[in-house]
């Protein structure tokens, strides 16, 4: 009997679990880096507020070494920083994985929420405290997400990465979708999200 049905065949291909979601919602995809991303949409874009997936980002947890302090983020190179725990850092970006690091990537599912209704669009959801004055930017907040555990990154005033449990993928694009095209939105591709 043989077994070479159990060999791979071809090079295996990432995939978000929001794809589905956002093929519905008119992605065209291309393969960067073993990954399967949406890198544009059909129709019209907004100026309100888009939500990308960004689950392809590379998430490495490491032992807190002061780079980055409890509830903030501090940016190296290409990567954010951010401190989860008195010892516990979350590195998020970058090409090459840090001293130490735990690949955490399929750990977590990433959508980045922009635009000058961003922070309106996660209020709708999340009770997580965004108000400028709370969370400026490089702010990292670890809490509820449409009452799943999740964590916020506040990239910049009307740029925020959210990270949540990759199993609940679909649940939160729907929840993003609801809340952002009430006010408007749509979700872009990484071309675009590059851009911005």
Known sequence: ???????????AIARSPMERMAKADGARFEVREGWN?????????????????VSHLRKWEVPGDGVAGLG????????????????????LGGSEAPADGLDVTCNYAGLTILGPQARETIA????ID?????????????GSIARQPGMILVEAPDRFLLLFGWAIGEYMW?????????????PIGLTELNDA
């Open 72 to 91: 903030t983020a501090g940016r190296e190179g290409e990567a954010w920083w951010c401190g989860v725990t008195g010892d516990r850092v979350l590195v």
């Open 1 to 11: 009997m043989s077994l070479a049905f159990l060999s791979p065949v071809g090079e």
């Open 130 to 142: 965004l108000r400028p004055h709370i969370s400026p930017p490089r702010s990292f907040r670890p």
């Open 124 to 127: 709708r959801f999340c009770a």
């Open 174 to 186: 729907s929840v993003v979708a609801d809340a952002a095209k009430y006010l408007g939105g749509a």
């Open 37 to 53: 991303v949406a890198v544009d949409y059909e129709g019209p874009g907004s100026d309100t507020v888009s939500w990308a997936d």
